[in-house]
């Protein structure tokens, strides 16, 4: 008697951008089972095709096989399948860290950003406006920062959280 031969399917977790290609298997099935016979399908590691944000992108899930009482009877047409996931976009939060000035008269202040993207992602934030809340000497004085943008190569995969930022 020869083993009967099944064919394995599974679904991937959608997932919040987080710089890599990982993905997580959510579910399994296999067609072909006879009756109840106790056999499912487990193992396997499942990638996204990139790293970055996008609606039902492709997952590979890799090395699944066979496991249960009855699995000797059963044969894995394939351990590979193909699925498809979510990356939705992360939410970057930025802030403003003002620099003192020598009274000049007006009220431009000058602020350095700084976010919390994922190490080596490629993306920079700037700002239009920044300014103190009056043009008088002061200590910790408030200073106002808008216009907050961001580009790069890595900007798709982020929505802001804030387009505007305080600092004293």
Same mark, same amino acid.
């Given at each position: 008697?020869?083993?009967?031969?099944?064919?394995?399917? $599974?679904?991937?977790?959608?997932?919040?951008? %987080?710089?890599? @290609?990982? /993905?997580? +298997?959510?579910?399994r099935? !296999?067609?072909? *089972?006879?009756?109840l016979?106790?056999?499912?399908?487990?193992g396997?590691?499942?990638?996204?095709?990139?790293?970055?944000?996008?609606?039902?992108?492709?997952?590979t899930?890799?090395?699944?096989?066979?496991?249960?009482?009855d699995? $000797?009877?059963?044969?894995?047409?394939?351990? %590979?399948?193909? @699925?498809? /996931?979510? +990356?939705?976009?992360?939410? !970057?939060?930025? *802030?403003?860290?003002?620099?003192?000035?020598?009274?000049?008269?007006?009220?431009?202040?000058?602020?350095?950003?700084?976010?919390?993207?994922?190490?080596?992602?490629?993306?920079?934030?700037?700002?239009?406006?920044?300014?103190?809340?009056?043009?008088?000497?002061?200590?910790?004085?408030?200073?106002?920062?808008?216009?907050?943008?961001?580009t790069?190569?890595?900007?798709?995969?982020?929505?802001?959280?804030n387009?505007?930022?305080?600092?004293?």
């Amino acid at each position: 008697i020869a083993p009967a031969t099944l064919t394995a399917s $599974a679904t991937a977790d959608s997932k919040v951008y %987080d710089g890599t @290609t990982a /993905a997580t +298997i959510a579910s399994r099935a !296999l067609a072909g *089972v006879i009756g109840l016979d106790d056999v499912m399908n487990t193992g396997g590691a499942a990638r996204f095709a990139d790293k970055h944000v996008g609606e039902d992108k492709l997952v590979t899930i890799t090395g699944m096989m066979l496991a249960g009482a009855d699995q $000797a009877n059963y044969t894995l047409a394939s351990g %590979d399948v193909n @699925t498809t /996931a979510d +990356i939705t976009p992360r939410t !970057l939060t930025v *802030v403003a860290a003002a620099g003192n000035k020598v009274y000049d008269g007006n009220t431009d202040a000058a602020v350095v950003l700084s976010d919390d993207r994922i190490s080596g992602d490629a993306l920079s934030t700037t700002h239009s406006v920044a300014v103190f809340d009056n043009k008088n000497v002061g200590v910790a004085k408030p200073v106002s920062v808008s216009g907050i943008s961001m580009t790069g190569t890595d900007a798709g995969n982020y929505t802001l959280a804030n387009t505007t930022a305080a600092s004293s």
